[in-house]
């Protein structure tokens, strides 16, 4: 199965709300609300920022959202701080016959 | 506070055997997914393979037959055992926990380098 498909990179300036997409199928993420997204800093292990969609966990900023519409899944991050620049992957239950998760290309985030 | 703690990761010739372990603390492997997620130099993140709480196992196209996902309840630990290494295996590779379900990925290992060259 190919990655599901992201951005390169995105942009915005302090304060700014930027959105990143990740799209795919109907055998992925149009077909299951098992859509998460983590963030990553240089060097260091992925963090879990939004599970089942539109879930945050505990300890995320309220800052950070997702959505879904058909085939394609949305995190969108308000208020840019600094501390947000990283890279950020999407990720999607595609299993069908079996269990199997595929992950987006990723998206460079940079604060202006 | 959930640790998981990866080791094991070094070079290896290609055709050759690399045992993974993650050992983790904070939660209970066997009561919880657990995965192999990797990162190859400056690429983006692949899902391995996930052992699940009732013990099923599955992997990623590209590894089956060749790499084995365990663990040990006794030790708390994870294991991924990978023969037949290929150049394309190199990667950093993460043990991750599922307690926010079988599809996601909370607590992440700081990872081990797996490089796999002559």
């Known amino acids: 199965q190919s990655a599901l498909t992201q951005p390169r990179s995105v942009s915005g300036s302090p304060g700014q709300s930027v959105t990143i997409s990740c799209t795919g199928t109907?055998?992925?993420?149009?077909?299951?609300?098992?859509v998460s997204w983590y963030q990553q800093h240089p060097g260091k292990a992925p963090k879990l920022m939004v599970s089942d969609v539109s879930k945050r966990p505990s300890g995320v900023p309220d800052r950070f959202s997702g959505s879904k519409s058909g085939n394609t899944a949305s995190l969108t991050i308000s208020g840019l701080q600094a501390e947000d620049e990283a890279d950020y992957y999407c990720c999607s239950y595609a299993g069908s016959y079996t269990y199997h998760v595929i992950f987006g290309g990723g998206t460079k985030l940079t604060v202006l | 506070e959930v640790q998981l703690v990866e080791s094991g990761g070094g070079l290896v010739q290609p055709g050759g055997s690399l045992r993974l372990s993650c050992a983790a603390s904070g939660l209970t492997v066997s009561s919880n997914s657990m995965s192999w997620v990797r990162q190859a130099p400056g690429k983006g993140l692949e899902w391995v393979s996930v052992?699940?709480?009732?013990?099923?196992?599955y992997y990623v196209d590209s590894v089956k037959g060749r790499f084995t996902i365990a663990r040990d309840n006794s030790k708390n630990t994870l294991y991924l055992q990978m023969n037949s290494l290929r150049a394309e295996d190199t990667a950093i590779y993460y043990c991750?926990?599922?307690?926010?379900?079988?599809?996601?990925?909370?607590?992440w290992g700081q990872g081990t380098l797996v490089t796999v060259s002559s």
């Open positions: 109907s055998s992925d993420v149009g077909g299951y609300n098992y």
């Open positions: 052992i699940h709480s009732g013990g099923s196992t």
């Open positions: 991750a926990s599922g307690i926010c379900g079988d599809y996601c990925f909370d607590y």
